[in-house]
Nanobody
Framework: VQLQASGGGLVQAGGSLRLSCAASGRPLSNYNMGWFRQVPGKERELVAAVSRAGYSAGYGDSVKGRFTISRDNAKNTVYLHMSSLKAEDTAVYYC??????????????WGQGTLVTVSS
């Protein structure tokens, strides 16, 4: 499966942004999906994950209550709705797919990143 992330940009602190990850090559419904982020010099951080049918989701502690992951398998797309953004949310965001059971383990496929910059 190929993944294409989009939707990043510059937003003011307190604002909102929605990232999209479009899949091609295989049905998105075959995979648990996750969003990660990374800041230069720091380890990649799991932001959110959603199960194949969308019934289960999990979030990193730093984004709980502010970010929501969702998916539309008919459109082969997963989303990350980000609100109440903070300067520390600034990072390159990546989507990834995992072909195992829930909860996901090692992610098998990665998209290119999309940069989110939050100005304070």
């Amino acid at each position: 499966v190929q993944l294409q992330a989009s939707g990043g940009g510059l937003v003011q602190a307190g604002g909102s942004l929605r990232l999209s990850c479009a899949a091609s090559g295989r049905p998105l419904s075959n995979y648990n999906m996750g969003w990660f982020r990374q800041v230069p010099g720091k380890e990649r951080e799991l932001v959110a994950a959603v199960s194949r049918a969308g019934y289960s989701a999990g979030y990193g502690d730093s984004v709980k209550g502010r970010f929501t992951i969702s998916r539309d398998n008919a459109k082969n797309t997963v989303y990350l709705h980000m609100s109440s953004l903070k300067a520390e949310d600034t990072a390159v965001y990546y989507c990834a797919a995992e072909a195992g059971t829930w909860p996901p383990g090692k992610y098998d496929y990665w998209g290119q990143g999309t940069l989110v910059t939050v100005s304070s």
